[in-house]
Structure formats: structure tokens, C-alpha cells
């Protein structure tokens, strides 16, 4: 079962402090990596709701990242994905939205749509990669 959520009044101004914010980060995983930090925290801004409290700080890597999305029933992150927010192709992604996008762990990197572009983490800090990358869209509110 999705989740529900609405997007704040103000989102597009929350979500666009927040990505300044963080442009030069660097990936910290369980902390500030493309789930916990990247999409969880833009969701938080644009609707007030964390959707990553359980998982924040519970791995310190990809390999423990996968290990416990495992543990907890999931068998990668889209499914994890899929039990929190509705999906839909990435041609329908909007801005906001989370996009889920292949990447060299093999567990897929999520990324922020803004517009025909997602927004994505890098070793350095955000990067972008083109919407129909996506394997799948996450709606928020």
C-alpha cells in the first residue's frame, strides 16, 4: 500500500533551497546518499513527511544498503519505492517526483525530476540525467 502525501503550498520554493543546498555534497550512505538524502529529504521539504526515518543510519554502504532493504522484505529499491509512493512511467515523471535510474551498484539510484532532466548525486554533489533514463517514476503528492 502508497502512501499518501500532499505537497506543500510553498514546495517548489522548499525543493529549490534544499537542491542549492546540497549542491556540493558528497554521498554519505545511510546519511546522505540518493535515498535517505537525495529523494527522502526532497519529499520531506515538499510535503513534510520523511518516508526514510526507519532506514536513516542503518548502513554504511551499497552492499549493507541492499543487505538491509532485503531484511526488511524488499528485493531492490524499486520495490521499496513501490511500497511507499504510486509508480508511473517515466514519460509521466513531473517535477518533484522521484525517478529511479540504473546505476553501476546494480541497485538503481534515485534522482529528483526536474523537468526533462532528473537531478542525481555524484562523488562530488548533484549531477543530471535525462528523464526516459528512468526505469520508473515515483509520484509525490
Known amino acids: 500500500m502508497t502512501i499518501k502525501l500532499e505537497?506543500?503550498?510553498?514546495?517548489?520554493?522548499?525543493?529549490?533551497?534544499?537542491?542549492?543546498?546540497?549542491?556540493?555534497?558528497?554521498?554519505?550512505?545511510?546519511?546522505?546518499?540518493?535515498?535517505?538524502g537525495l529523494a527522502a529529504r526532497a519529499v520531506e521539504e515538499m510535503t513534510g513527511v520523511d518516508l526514510a526515518t526507519r532506514w536513516r543510519g542503518r548502513y554504511d554502504s551499497a552492499s549493507s544498503a541492499l543487505r538491509m532493504m532485503r531484511e526488511?522484505?524488499?528485493?531492490?529499491?524499486?520495490?521499496?519505492?513501490?511500497?511507499?509512493?504510486?509508480?508511473?512511467?517515466?514519460?509521466?515523471?513531473?517535477?518533484?517526483?522521484?525517478?529511479?535510474?540504473?546505476?553501476e551498484t546494480g541497485i538503481g539510484a534515485l534522482g529528483i525530476v526536474i523537468g526533462d532532466r532528473i537531478m542525481v548525486l555524484n562523488g562530488?554533489?548533484?549531477?543530471?540525467?535525462?528523464?526516459?533514463?528512468?526505469?520508473?517514476?515515483?509520484?509525490?503528492?
Request: a negative charge.
Open 124 to 141: 562530488t554533489g548533484i549531477g543530471t540525467v535525462d528523464l526516459l533514463s528512468a526505469s520508473v517514476v515515483f509520484r509525490v503528492g
Open 72 to 103: 526488511d522484505g524488499f528485493d531492490d529499491l524499486e520495490h521499496l519505492g513501490r511500497s511507499l509512493l504510486p509508480a508511473v512511467p517515466a514519460c509521466m515523471g513531473q517535477i518533484g517526483d522521484i525517478a529511479l535510474v540504473p546505476d
Open 7 to 36: 505537497r506543500r503550498r510553498d514546495w517548489r520554493t522548499r525543493l529549490n533551497a534544499y537542491l542549492v543546498e546540497i549542491k556540493t555534497a558528497g554521498i554519505v550512505w545511510g546519511a546522505h546518499d540518493c535515498a535517505v
